[in-house]
């Protein structure tokens, strides 16, 4: 890794509004594995959230003029890093259809678009790494998000990193590649299809046998932890950006109040 | 019916006029036309599966593979005179009747059913006859697939109706890729013209409809029974 | 069939509480998807076969005019006829002519998706004609009095119990204690019933699956043979076919049926695949006098040179249900039309309306399994959110979830003020909720809350921890 303080990249973080609003352990555990890559971190202030509630609402005008504050907060960095395949799907394949009919605009877009990475995949995929200096002595299950696996193709990244955690045990997830029924506000709109595919999930999780569930995305973990909890599953569950940056000891698993 | 002739026409004419101002084109437009053409005289071939381009015995073997996955019985002879023999020793095995429904195909009426105990009818099948006996004019060993064509020599109705189905095929006349058999049909009949029915015609007749799971014997035959000769 | 779909949610909730329908459906999850997976890895030509596939049909819609004559002059050649039906109606009033001249009592009917689109059973059976669906599935919900819940497993929303019910409650020629405990006894007895159907039958009419504009030929693919018997053994052939089932040659029929089968089934090939051209010809020994293809619009044309264009390269594999979390939560009826499923989400709300299949283009978490098993390659997640995009627009979505949108992108849309907003939020839930690390209920989340615990934030957002760090540096 460059060591040439100078030439070290720079990259923009795109927290995500969950993780901003609910996990922000999340989000210096991202700043701590960038840098530990071999980058320098800035955060722009001006940042709120991807866009997607309007956009997968239908609702076009807002999705644009989220998507051009974002573009211009962030196309200066040589890289837009998320904690998160959905959001990072979003800024990466989606942006860039919202100005089909602006050329000017959809060539900011396509730049900026180029720039963008999900997290782990950025970690293994940009910058080459190849493990991670942490320990988490449990057996975990991997959930692959939808968007990071079907938009981003992020599967083996997070397994890569994951195995040279000490102490850590993966166990395959049956259907680790099938929904969790969160989709955003379809949770709340379809409360009762919603309950019923996450219910699946965690039968599954909780067959898998793992004491911790790990994924790439706030909104997919909030969902399972909040089904999990509900159903009294001994199953903790994180980020797994908490886990590559050692930082298990900052906070509690999500929805949990003690250490696990 | 002339009113709803009327209709009909103009049925026509409202669709294919939606269909050039949804696609901005123009149906006299040449340049249109020519791309048209040139892709029905052309027939591109587009991607063909290795897994069937093979030389002969392979690709016989292939077929004989792929064939018995989907549950047909396969069987193999020298030489034509040998049909007989074969198929009396297939129906005999299986405890199967001594009657045989075949069409008027030299191939198979030519030969001397005489010396077996079989029972040879001739014509199409009313639904009576509990065995049939076609030629294929053509194999697929990508998929162990046989390619049936309807006329006199084979009726349609031999391919579906009896419960248990035997069909004679050339070693010969197994081709590796499906494009392979339409160059051979488009020879036969003419560009751009067919027998009314061309059956392919993959194992016996099956459905997965009550809880998904797989049943042999629908409404086709329940068995399939294929000789390979040559 | 009756529109059910402005009532999705009612469906929804019907179908998850329904044990048979819960039951039968794990089939669906367990079966499909594994076999898919494995026919398709089988052949290493399986996605560049995809993209071929995808170009032929975008170059048919692209010429779509030119190959449908062409198509009607093969047909006209070999000795049939082609009749256009713009609507529903029109399309049932020629099957209607054909069968009266043709003095039909009975009709076999090959499974087709189009003549459920038209209703055609009930519209026949009110003129006097008895149609008798023959592919097993169809028999069943026949049977049943119901619409098909998948596009090629009909009956999947059934179990074994209740197809012997049927059996017997519809079978009272036969004796009563009969075992029909095995499904094999089953499929036996509709056989049975069924042959003396075929043998019966004035008039076939059948769907296809292609119509091939070299050779003014329509295909279609079938495992258990119902389709050909329904087609060679009456004096007249129908098939009933929309539009867009038109395709170019042979050549290209056969790239595309590559897919079909391990799409659908999981099979390299259906059993069979039949190839028709025109009536019997005067040398034939069997097969039908008469040979009519019923070419329906009813609404296509308007999806060419739409945002949802490419959901007409769709080839009725079923694949996307297949694959679907929410089909395989409530099963196709909850759909409430012809085309449940992914599909069903971007077609329905075409041919019969967005304000009243409003409710399926919403009902996705864009999860993307679909698009990503899609033989044809079309993005259905997009399509369903280009429909949400019109909702939205004409104000069909409902009031409170637009003025929550509005609401939420005010914040979204202004960093400075969303970040002392959220700051303050954030706290509040944050201190509430401590000891707990959790929420059981919370005011304005009753969706959520209703099923699961709402995980606490941590307290103070990231963005004033980072901002107070970078101060403090």
């Known amino acids: 890794m460059a060591d040439d303080k100078a030439r070290r990249p720079k990259v923009g973080l795109f927290v995500t509004c969950l993780v901003d609003l609910f996990r922000p352990t999340v989000g210096f555990a991202a700043v701590k594995l960038i840098e530990a890559s071999g980058c320098d971190v800035e955060v722009p202030a001006a940042q709120t959230c991807c866009g997607q509630p309007a956009y997968n609402s239908g609702d076009t005008a807002d999705t644009r003029a989220i998507a051009e504050s974002v573009i211009a907060a962030f196309e200066s960095y040589d890289y837009v890093v998320a904690p998160s395949g959905s959001c990072g799907g979003m800024l990466k394949i989606h942006y860039p259809s919202l100005f089909n009919d602006d050329p000017a605009w959809k060539s900011r877009a396509e730049v900026f678009s180029a720039k963008v990475h999900e997290l782990v995949s950025f970690l293994t995929d940009v910058r080459g790494m190849k493990g991670v200096d942490a320990r988490f002595p449990k057996t975990v299950t991997y959930h692959d998000s939808c968007a990071g696996l079907r938009e981003l193709g992020i599967r083996d990244q997070p397994r890569t990193l994951l195995a040279s955690v000490e102490g850590l045990e993966l166990k395959e997830l049956n259907g680790a590649n099938v929904c969790c029924g969160f989709g955003g506000t379809f949770c709340v709109k379809y409360a009762d299809i919603s309950n019923a595919i996450v219910s699946e999930k965690t039968k599954e999780i909780a067959a898998s046998g793992a004491e911790t569930l790990l994924a790439g995305d706030m909104g997919c973990l909030m969902n399972m932890a909040g089904k999990l909890q509900r159903e009294k599953r001994p199953v903790s569950v994180r980020h797994v950006a908490e886990v590559l940056a050692d930082m298990t000891g900052d906070v509690p698993p999500i929805g949990e109040t003690t250490s696990d | ?230 | 069939m009756q529109i059910t779909s402005p009532e999705f949610k009612q469906n929804a909730r019907a179908a998850l509480a329904d044990p048979n329908l819960q039951k039968a459906l794990r089939h669906v999850r367990s079966n499909f998807i594994d076999k898919r997976a494995k026919a398709a890895g089988a052949l290493p030509e399986f996605e560049a076969l995809r993209d071929n596939a995808r170009d032929i049909k975008n170059h048919t819609l692209a010429h779509l005019d030119l190959y449908l004559e062409a198509y009607e002059d093969r047909v006209r050649q070999a000795g049939g006829e082609v009749h256009y039906a713009e609507t529903a109606e029109t399309a049932r009033d020629i099957i209607r002519s054909i069968c009266e001249r043709a003095g039909a009592k009975t009709v076999t009917k090959g499974k087709s998706m189009i003549a459920e689109e038209i209703n055609l059973n009930d519209y026949l059976e009110e003129h006097g004609i008895t149609p008798v669906e023959t592919d097993l599935g169809e028999y069943i919900i026949q049977l049943r009095h119901e619409p098909p819940s998948h596009i090629i497993a009909p009956a999947v929303h059934l179990t074994r119990e209740q197809v012997e019910e049927s059996f017997r409650k519809s079978h009272t020629d036969l004796a009563p204690d009969r075992d029909l405990t095995e499904p094999t006894e089953l499929l036996a007895e509709a056989r049975a019933k069924l042959r003396e159907r075929f043998l019966a039958a004035d008039v076939g009419i059948t769907g296809a699956n292609f119509l091939v504009a070299e050779t003014g030929t329509s295909v279609i693919v079938t495992n258990e043979g119902n389709g050909d018997l329904t087609q060679i053994l009456p004096r007249v052939h129908i098939v009933i076919a929309s539009i867009e089932k038109i395709t170019p040659t042979l050549n290209d029929v056969s790239q595309i049926m590559r897919l079909l089968a391990r799409s659908a089934t999981g099979q390299d090939m259906s059993v069979y695949t039949t190839f028709s051209t025109g009536p019997r010809r005067p040398e034939d020994p069997d097969g039908p006098d008469e040979y009519h293809v019923v070419i329906l619009d009813n609404g296509r044309t308007g999806m060419l040179g739409s945002d949802f264009q490419e959901a007409l390269r769709c080839i009725r594999c079923g694949a996307c249900m297949n694959h679907c979390p929410v089909y395989h939560a409530i099963g196709g009826h909850a759909y409430g039309w012809v085309y449940p499923g992914p599909i069903g989400a971007v077609l329905d709300p075409q041919l019969i309306g967005v304000d009243k299949a409003g409710n399926l283009p919403n009902a996705s978490t864009f999860c993307g399994r679909c698009e990503a098993v899609c033989p044809m390659r079309i993005p259905l997640p997009n399509m369903m959110r280009h429909w949400r995009e019109r909702e939205f627009e004409r104000h069909l979505s409902p009031a409170v979830a637009r003025y929550g949108i509005g609401f939420w992108a005010f914040f979204a849309r202004r960093p400075r003020l969303y970040q002392w907003a959220t700051r303050l939020a954030m706290r509040v839930l944050a201190n509430r909720a401590i000891g707990k690390g959790r929420y059981t209920s919370l005011p304005l989340a009753g969706g959520w809350t209703k099923y699961r615990d709402f995980p606490a934030p941590e307290g103070r957002t990231f963005q004033e921890q980072w901002s107070a760090r970078r101060k403090a540096s």
Do not use: C
């Open chain 2, 1 to 230: 019916m002339v009113g709803a002739e009327e209709g009909v026409v103009s049925d026509r004419e409202v669709i294919l006029g939606k269909i050039r101002r949804a696609l901005a084109a123009d149906g006299n437009d040449v340049g249109r036309r020519a791309i048209v053409i040139a892709r029905l005289e052309g027939t591109p071939r587009g991607i063909i599966p290795e897994r069937g381009q093979l030389p002969q015995e392979e690709r016989v073997a292939l077929f004989t593979t792929m064939a018995e996955k989907v549950s047909a019985t396969v069987g193999r002879i020298a030489a034509l005179e040998d049909v007989p023999r074969a198929v009396a020793e297939f129906l005999r095995k299986h405890n199967l009747p001594a009657s045989l429904r075949i069409g008027a195909d030299p191939l198979l009426a030519d030969l001397a059913w005489d010396g077996t105990q079989i029972a040879v009818s001739h014509g199409p099948s009313d639904g009576g006859d509990p065995v049939g006996l076609s030629h294929a004019v053509a194999g697929i060993a990508e998929s162990g697939t046989l390619v049936l064509t309807s006329g006199p020599d084979n009726p349609t109705t031999l391919n579906f109706l009896p419960e248990t189905h035997i069909v004679v095929i050339r070693a010969a006349d197994i081709a590796g890729d499906y494009e392979t058999v339409w160059d051979e049909v488009r020879e036969t009949y003419g560009k751009g013209h067919m027998p009314r029915t061309v059956n392919m015609v993959t194992g016996p007749s099956r459905s997965a409809d009550i809880e998904q799971t797989l049943l042999l014997g629908a409404h086709g035959p329940r068995r399939l029974h294929i000789v390979v000769v040559g």
